[in-house]
């Protein structure tokens, strides 16, 4: 049974850090003046966002209370749209990326490739 629930939220966890990853190519993708889609920066976002906060009731998680609290932090309420503000968020979603490789133990390779 602990290994079912760690496996689980190991999984939630690689869904939150391939969403990451999503917002930071829709940022890329805006920097670069791509084919940006704010519906799709929405979308990654929320899915980001709702993935991560259920990431609070597994009361054996390796993401502790801190963590959570700093990985929400870093991650907002809401994306950065404008460009300006790009640099500093791209930081912030990076280190709430590796916060969370480091609680279940994922590469940094690995988890920017999710």
């Not at 993401?63 to 932090?73: Q, T, Y």
């Not at 503000?85 to 133990?105: I, P, Q, S």
């Amino acid at each position: 049974r602990d290994d079912a629930v760690q496996a689980w939220e190991a999984a939630i966890g690689a869904t939150v850090i391939h969403y990451v990853n999503e917002v930071l190519a829709d940022m890329d993708a805006k920097e670069a003046g791509a084919d940006y889609s704010y519906l799709d920066h929405a979308k990654h976002f929320s899915e980001l966002k709702g993935f991560a906060l259920g990431l609070q009731f597994n009361p054996r998680s390796p993401l502790g209370d801190a963590d959570f609290a700093a990985f929400h932090a870093a991650v907002g309420d809401r994306p950065a749209l404008d460009v300006a503000t790009f640099t500093e968020y791209r930081a912030a979603l990076t280190t709430a990326r590796d916060l969370l490789a480091g609680a279940y133990g994922f590469s940094a390779a690995d988890a920017e490739a999710f």
